[in-house]
């Protein structure tokens, strides 16, 4: 048998891809991940995001740290929105 480690808590990840989910009120988003084509499920702190620009189906940069069972937003940044790059 082996085990293999993928994520240790503390660990950050950097998440690239399509917004699929967003619920402001809980804090929770989901990204569709261009790297690996998975979706992942990350909590954020409502009052540390800009939240006014962030809508599902938009294409999104998010800086993330591992909490052993889940993972938590640093940041949340829009790349790009119908297809031009946000500044």
């Known amino acids: 048998r082996e085990i293999n480690i993928l994520a240790v808590p503390g ?3 950097t998440f690239a891809g399509r917004l699929t989910y967003l619920d ?3 804090g929770i988003l989901a990204i569709l991940n261009s790297s690996d084509d998975k979706n992942y499920e990350i909590r ?3 009052a540390r995001i ?3 620009n962030l809508g599902v189906g938009m294409e999104v940069k998010v ?3 591992f909490e052993g069972s889940q993972y ?3 940041s949340v940044a829009v790349t790009t929105e119908n ?3 946000e500044r």
Do not use: E, Q
Request: aromatic share 10%; net charge positive; glycine share 4%.
């Open 63 to 65: 800086v993330a740290t």
């Open 50 to 52: 800009d939240r006014n």
């Open 83 to 85: 297809g031009t790059l």
């Open 44 to 46: 954020f702190s409502p």
């Open 24 to 26: 402001l009120h809980r």
């Open 72 to 74: 938590n937003a640093r």
């Open 11 to 13: 660990s950050v990840f």
